[in-house]
């Protein structure tokens, strides 16, 4: 079983910037596409940024200009480099890679906190 561990999470006053890291437990040469998601208490968990096997980029309009995802094949780790962190950002951050058929191998990390204060 694929498995992603997290890290890099924490709290960090507005206006800073963190790194999440996303260590993945085999090559990520892989993976079709690997991302980021993340939820709040009561909220449903909600996408943050995306990147395919092929190098393709997908972000949330709000985290669009302020948040970078990259890959570090060699590390086999995912990153979300996040600046200019908001309070809005708060949330427990998962990490997502999949395989097709993503039905059957469709795998997520168990999360990290980013708190960001006012």
């Known amino acids: 079983q694929v498995q992603l561990v997290e890290s890099g999470g924490g709290l960090v006053q507005a206006g800073g910037s963190l790194r999440l890291s996303c260590a993945a437990s085999?090559?990520?040469?892989?993976?079709?596409?690997m991302g980021w998601y993340r939820q709040a208490p009561g909220k449903q968990r909600e996408l943050v940024a995306t990147i395919t096997n092929g190098g393709t980029t997908n972000y949330a309009d709000s985290v669009k200009g302020r948040f970078t995802i990259s890959r570090d094949y060699v590390k086999s780790t995912l990153y979300l480099q996040m600046n200019s962190l908001k309070p809005e950002d708060t949330d427990v951050y998962y990490c997502?890679?999949?395989?097709?058929?993503?039905?059957?191998?469709?795998?997520w990390g168990l999360g990290t906190q980013v708190t960001v204060s006012s």
């Open positions: 997502n890679a999949y395989r097709s058929p993503r039905q059957l191998y469709d795998y």
């Open positions: 085999e090559s990520i040469f892989s993976f079709n596409s």
